[in-house]
């Protein structure tokens, strides 16, 4: 299978693991096993609602002015766009905080969808919205992310999912994964050569 896309998720595997989201649902006043924040957050009342948004609009500010890449980020990028092959970014992060972490470090992305785009993941809408704006089949795309909701979006969409093992959690999303790898750069192994089956 040729592979003509790959879509990243953006907080922990383009840049370095930064949200304590147990502060973040602390803060909010959600359950500390909530895995759901902007899905919660659109459940509640305009006031209330309001407050959580500030809450979680500083975080995503703050992360962008902490922002660091993840080991290999640049390079496997550049490499990716040499090749010819496109690619996006697919996040429940607002897309204006990805621009600004391209512009901070330089990065160039073919395109973007982030949380006001449509469903977020683990829905597939993004990497759907994505294959369709790059004119490929989901086949022939790659998501990778360091979350379970990256692997089940992928998933759902029938891209081949990638999980980046750089947290201690990591271990408990490797059965949804296609293929499992510690540093980013690996991408470009299962790009150039691997026999893409589960």
Do not use: W
Not at 2 to 16: E, P, S, Y
Not at 22 to 32: Q, T
Not at 116 to 137: N, R, S
Not at 172 to 179: K, R, S
């Amino acid at each position: 299978m040729v592979i003509k896309a790959v879509i990243f998720d953006l907080d922990g595997t383009i840049t370095q693991p930064f949200f304590n989201f147990g502060d973040i649902r602390f803060e909010i006043g959600l359950a500390e096993d909530s895995t759901t924040i902007l899905e919660e957050i659109e459940n509640m009342p305009p006031a209330e609602r309001k407050r959580a948004e500030e809450i979680l609009n500083f975080h995503e500010s703050q992360a962008v002015v902490e922002s660091k890449l993840n080991v290999g980020a640049a390079e496997t990028l550049s490499t990716l766009r040499k090749s010819g092959i496109h690619i996006g970014i697919l996040t429940r992060n607002k897309r204006e905080n990805v621009f600004a972490i391209a512009e901070k470090h330089n990065l160039d992305f073919d395109a973007v969808v982030g949380r006001d785009d449509g469903p977020p993941k683990p829905d597939g809408f993004g990497v759907l919205k994505l294959c369709e704006q790059f004119g490929v089949k989901p086949a022939e795309t790659i998501m990778v992310g360091d979350y379970l909701f990256d692997l089940l979006c992928g998933r759902a969409a029938g891209a081949i999912s990638v999980l980046l093992a750089n947290t201690k959690e990591a271990e408990n999303f490797t059965e949804h994964a296609d293929f499992v790898i510690e540093r980013i750069d690996e991408i470009l192994e299962i790009v150039n050569g691997q026999q893409l089956e589960k």
